[in-house]
Structures are given as structure tokens and as C-alpha cells.
């Protein structure tokens, strides 16, 4: 589906609109300035963290890089909490500081839909939280429609307005918070569940714990 919205693939009908135009009619500049993509996994290149999220702004860049475009990879570095690793070489950092520098390259694009497939890849359970939390602030502070994939459904509700559910290749449910219901999580994970709220928020249980042998 997030390839499909990115227009690296097809779908077999329909058509996919982002501020009124179809994704398959979008190209080069266009489509970037229009959609950014960040993969669960990507190949770390020989560049600073620094150039990798001033790549972010190739789509505004004609000769060189502008003021305005090295500004705005500061700022985001700077709301990212990573002015430690601007000037560290990508292939020599870990994969969550990775991934966070493929995040803010994707933030600085400006784009109308930011898609990030998996954003808590490769961070521990404190960084998941930060990251996300950071991700948040970011975009809703640049008015950006975000579309995130997330298997840890108790991490997306606290960053999340909206959530759709896959099951076999149809939607299986729209909504808020209101539609995780054990019924669902039965139906999509093959999973018996509880759903309690904490905190005002919804939270899957397993229904029955694993038990583990010496």
C-alpha cells in the first residue's frame, strides 16, 4: 500500500490522489515535493548526517544548496536532539541514529505526505518513545500528513489520530481508538486479547502470558 501511495508500484484499480492529483501522473520534483518515503532499512552511504539530510532538500536545490535550505537542515537536527552526529560519517553510526537521520532528510523535503514504514526500526524501547514523540512535534508543527506502518499497536496509539487495519489484503477497520476491540485483534493477529485502557488510552494484552522453563 505505502508503495502504491508512493507511486513505486501500480494498483490494479483505483487511483491514489494526494492534494488532488493522481501519484501516477506525478514525477521527478513533483512527486517529491508532493511525497516522502523513508523504508524500514536503508543502505547507509559515505556522507555526514549533516549531507544526507540536506539531500532532503534536492527537490528546491537547482545549482547549489541555499541559506535557506542549510538552515533548514540545522533546525531539524536541532529539533531532532542531533547536533552530535551532524558531522559523523552515516556508515559509522548506529542503525537508530540512521534511521533517525533518514527521518529528518524526509521532514526537510517539506513534502504534503510524509510515509515512514516502521519509524521505531532499530531503537530500544526509551528511543522508540523519544523518536516518536520528536517525530510528532515535527510534522504537526509543519502541518504534515503523516502515514506511519506500525506492528506495535500500543506504541501507535500514543502518536497516532488515525489507525487502518489490514487483514488479507482488506481493510479490516477505520477509525480512532474506538475500533481496537479484542474482536479485531482476533481477527487480524489470529491473537486472543484484552483491551484495557491506561491512561486514557487503549492497550492490547495478551490474554494469556508465555510461560517460560529453566
Known amino acids: 500500500m505505502l508503495k502504491c ?43 555526514t548526517v549533516f549531507d544526507t539530510i540536506l539531500l532532503g532538500r534536492k527537490p528546491y536545490i537547482d545549482w547549489s544548496a541555499r541559506k535557506e535550505d542549510l538552515d533548514k537542515v540545522s533546525d531539524i537536527i536541532d529539533a ?6 551532524a558531522l559523523k560519517y552515516v556508515d559509522r553510526i548506529s542503525g537508530g541514529e540512521f534511521q533517525k537521520a533518514q527521518i529528518a532528510r524526509a521532514i526537510v523535503q517539506e513534502p504534503s505526505v510524509l510515509i515512514l514504514d516502521e519509524p521505531s526500526n532499530n531503537l ?16 504537526r508543527s509543519r502541518d504534515m500528513c503523516t502515514i506511519m506502518t506500525m506492528h506495535d499497536i500500543n506504541l501507535a496509539v500514543h502518536y497516532s489520530d488515525s489507525f487502518l487495519f489490514l487483514s488479507k489484503g482488506k481493510v479490516a477497520a ?5 475500533v481496537i476491540t479484542p474482536e479485531l485483534i482476533k481477527e487480524v493477529y489470529n491473537m486472543d486479547a484484552e483491551v484495557i485502557e491506561h491512561k486514557g488510552l487503549p492497550m492490547v494484552v495478551p490474554a494469556e502470558s508465555p510461560r517460560y522453563s529453566d
Open 80 to 85: 531532532l536532539g542531533m547536533n552530535d552526529l
Open 5 to 47: 501511495i508512493c507511486g513505486l508500484h501500480k494498483p490494479s484499480s483505483g487511483r491514489i490522489e494526494v492534494n488532488g492529483h493522481d501519484v501516477s501522473e506525478l514525477h521527478g520534483r513533483e512527486m517529491a515535493r508532493n511525497i516522502a518515503f523513508v523504508p524500514q532499512s536503508a543502505q547507509a552511504s559515505m556522507m
Open 124 to 139: 530500544d524501547i526509551a528511543n522508540q518513545h523519544t523518536t516518536m514523540k520528536m517525530i510528532s512535534e515535527a510534522v
Open 174 to 178: 477505520f477509525g480512532g481508538t474506538e
